[in-house]
């Protein structure tokens, strides 16, 4: 059973519970269909400029977790017919934020939790 912790946006802490998140993780669907099951490590909320999530993540990896996940909403965005990444979401900087937890830490991380945009497919660092 994997540990499985979430990094979200301060944009959203205070419009988003992680309803979705949870959901898709507990289901092992969406981001979470990597694998075969998978349990809840953590959850913490990045800070701009993003400099936070590298500690941030150790003190998850030190708390079990196997494997980061950072949010849908920081990459797409809701509109009427499902989530798009035309126009990103909240962070410009996902992916270099990504790869630096993933440089500094050593966790493996993926991008995507709930309702990934049609046609995306899920990016890791590992
Ligand atoms: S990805 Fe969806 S469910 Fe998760 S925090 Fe963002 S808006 Fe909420
Ligand atoms: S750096 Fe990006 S992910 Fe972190 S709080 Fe700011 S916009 Fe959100």
Redesign the pocket.
Known sequence: MKKIAII?CEK?MDR?P????FKCLMGTEEGFEIYEDCIPAGVFTCRCPGDVAVDLSKILKAKGAEAIHF???TFAE?KDKGWFMENGGFCENIDEIIAKVNKETGIPCVKG???LPKDYRIKTWS
């Open positions: 979200r959203n988003c992680l309803t979705n998140c949010c849908t909403c809701k939790t709930a309702h």
